[in-house]
């Protein structure tokens, strides 16, 4: 069984900053890689950032980098994105993955809803 469930998602100002979270579990746990994605009606799934269970690894989209910030805690099974200096643009659902050593990412999150306002 697998499991992701994020959290953290909600409202906030432009310029403002939010934290989400994804609780791992099952085969989750054991994967090699985990990321973030996200993704807004009528666009594609866009790659936010990705992370070993190690903490190494660490890649950003282009979009995101500088302003979030990802890591994992091995202890609590969690993976955190850091997301300061919010823009407009940054509105979407986000997505927690799980994927393999080659990047392939199979298994997904519920998604938490980011909205960022004027």
């Known amino acids: 069984q697998v499991q992701l469930v994020e959290s953290g998602g909600g409202l906030v100002q432009a310029g403002g900053s939010l934290r989400l979270s994804c609780a791992a579990s099952?085969?989750?746990?054991?994967?090699?890689?985990m990321g973030w994605f996200r993704q807004t009606p009528g666009k594609e799934r866009e790659f936010v950032a990705r992370?070993?269970?190690?903490?190494?690894?660490?890649k950003y989209g282009g979009s995101v980098k500088d302003r979030f910030t990802i890591s994992s805690d091995n202890a609590k099974n969690t993976v955190y994105l850091q997301m300061n200096s919010l823009l407009l643009e940054d509105t979407a659902v986000y997505y927690c993955?799980?994927?393999?050593?080659?990047?392939?990412?199979?298994?997904w999150g519920q998604g938490t809803q980011v909205t960022v306002s004027s």
């Open positions: 992370i070993t269970w190690s903490g190494g690894n660490i």
């Open positions: 099952g085969r989750a746990r054991s994967a090699y890689l």
């Open positions: 993955a799980a994927g393999d050593i080659y990047g392939s990412f199979d298994y």
